[in-house]
């Protein structure tokens, strides 16, 4: 269907989750699916802001709730939506109540932006600080040659020009050492003795994206778990072998313990002349994530990286001083930003909460 500016959305499926929204005017003319309600023709007696609000006030969503129907997707029909009652104060307090709603998600939006930048500033400030650039051509020719900028490796491929092998050139990083990423850590290979531990007695893990890790809920063997599984403890590396060009490489959290993984997923111990939390960042710079999607070799959907590559990697190591220091101000910066998100939420709540009164005949216009 086609949307205009002021068009008010209603997702249909679940509406209590409060997806609703105002059509702005730079999105006039927007195409918008058969899963939204929309809200076009609103009488004068009711300011658009206002019903704005009201629908997003628990008595809004509230109502919407009992009015659904269906079970795997419940939803709210065109009909029962217009059933929902809404009570209508005198145009002065709507327009209160529109403004006040109004200025908490611009003031959201401000906060959100502001969270936005600082976070991706964290990438800039790293590379900055380990002295690095991004790289150039270095190959235009049939063959394919690249230097990873400060990871040091070379690969050359004669069969095929692959623009994304060749975007790095060899800099120096005057502010680090460049070491074997091999070097500063211990392959791990520590089977598990199944006829020692019963299934609960081990903690089976996912590996995500974002490299993090999480405790996966699995009762009992199944399929998906057999042949040889190792032990990994905490602040061990382990990366998957298909999804590391992904970002599923990390270390194990402290809260885990007796974490398992299978052969796809090797494991590492981290020496002590680097630090963790440093070494944690290096990992995802986007550098060393495109160095990666570069290394993947093998099929369509199943290449993978070989421990012997990722090893043979350089990646630059200051002193300690230096890696803490860097570590830590990349903490700060995450604080900032989850401080920022977490005061943008917060103001949206203070205004609803303002607003429901006032809706009530409580509140202060």
């Not at 049939?142 to 990873?148: L, Q």
């Amino acid at each position: 269907m086609l949307l205009k500016a002021g068009d008010i959305l209603i997702s249909t499926t679940r509406p209590y989750r409060g997806a609703i929204a105002s059509i702005p005017p730079e999105l006039d003319g927007i195409i918008g699916s058969t899963g939204f309600a929309v809200i076009r023709n609103v009488t004068s007696k009711v300011e658009r802001g206002y019903l704005l609000a009201f629908l997003h006030s628990r008595f809004g969503l509230a109502q919407m709730e009992r009015r659904m129907s269906g079970s795997n997707y419940p939803a709210i029909t065109q009909e029962e939506l217009a059933k929902v009652k809404m009570p209508i104060p005198p145009r002065l307090i709507q327009d209160a109540i529109a403004d006040k709603i109004g200025a908490a998600y611009r003031r959201k939006r401000e906060l959100e932006a502001e969270a936005k930048a600082l976070l991706e500033s964290i990438d800039g400030y790293v590379l900055g600080e380990l002295g690095t650039e991004w790289g150039k051509p270095l190959d235009q020719g049939k063959c394919v040659g690249y230097e990873a900028v400060w990871f040091g490796t070379w690969r050359r491929d004669v069969k095929r020009l692959d623009p994304k092998l060749y975007r790095y050139r060899s800099e120096k990083s005057p502010s680090s050492v460049l070491r074997r990423l091999g070097d500063l850590l211990t392959r791990r290979s520590e089977k598990v003795d199944r006829n020692k531990y019963g299934f609960g007695d081990l903690q089976l893990v996912s590996l995500h994206f974002d490299g993090t890790m999480s405790a996966r809920d699995v009762k009992a063997w199944r399929k998906d778990v057999k042949g040889t599984l190792w032990f990994a403890y905490p602040g061990d590396l382990v990366y998957s072998k298909i999804d590391a060009r992904n970002g599923a490489i990390g270390l194990v959290p402290d809260e885990l313990r007796r974490v398992t993984v299978t052969s796809e997923y090797p494991v590492y111990q981290v020496k002590q002349d680097i630090s963790a939390e440093y070494l944690k960042i290096v990992l995802r710079t986007p550098q060393f994530t495109d160095l990666l999607k570069a290394m993947a070799a093998g099929h369509s959907g199943r290449k993978r990286i070989q421990p012997g590559e990722l090893e043979d990697v350089l990646i630059p190591v200051p002193s300690l001083d230096q890696q803490r220091g860097t570590a830590a101000e990349v903490q700060s910066r995450r604080e900032r930003t989850a401080a920022l998100l977490e005061e943008a939420e917060q103001v949206v709540i203070k205004a609803k909460a303002e607003v429901e009164k006032m809706i009530l005949g409580e509140g202060v216009i």
